[in-house]
């Protein structure tokens, strides 16, 4: 066993909701979502995220431009 290299993959799924009532409405922060993305895989070493948000019909551009971009969007 030993002298074998062992790989795998480490995914973040995260609730957009729950992301969105830490840090915006308790913190009052806006939350960089691409910086946030840069963080997650320099610290925890995620190699994929998935960021499971829901839909509203006005925020179409925002899913499609802005968290595709970082995020696969679920």
């Known amino acids: 066993m030993s002298g074998k290299c062992i790989n795998f993959m480490i995914n973040a799924y995260i609730d957009a909701a729950n992301l969105h009532k830490g840090t915006k409405k308790q913190l009052g922060w806006n939350l960089d979502y691409g910086r946030f993305?840069?963080?997650?895989?320099?610290?925890?070493?995620?190699?994929?995220?998935?960021?499971?948000?829901?839909?509203?019909?006005?925020?179409?551009?925002?899913?499609?431009?802005?968290?595709?971009?970082?995020?696969?969007?679920k």
């Open 37 to 73: 993305r840069v963080w997650l895989r320099k610290k925890y070493n995620v190699d994929n995220t998935y960021l499971f948000i829901g839909l509203v019909p006005k925020n179409k551009d925002l899913y499609r431009d802005g968290f595709k971009t970082h995020f696969d969007v």
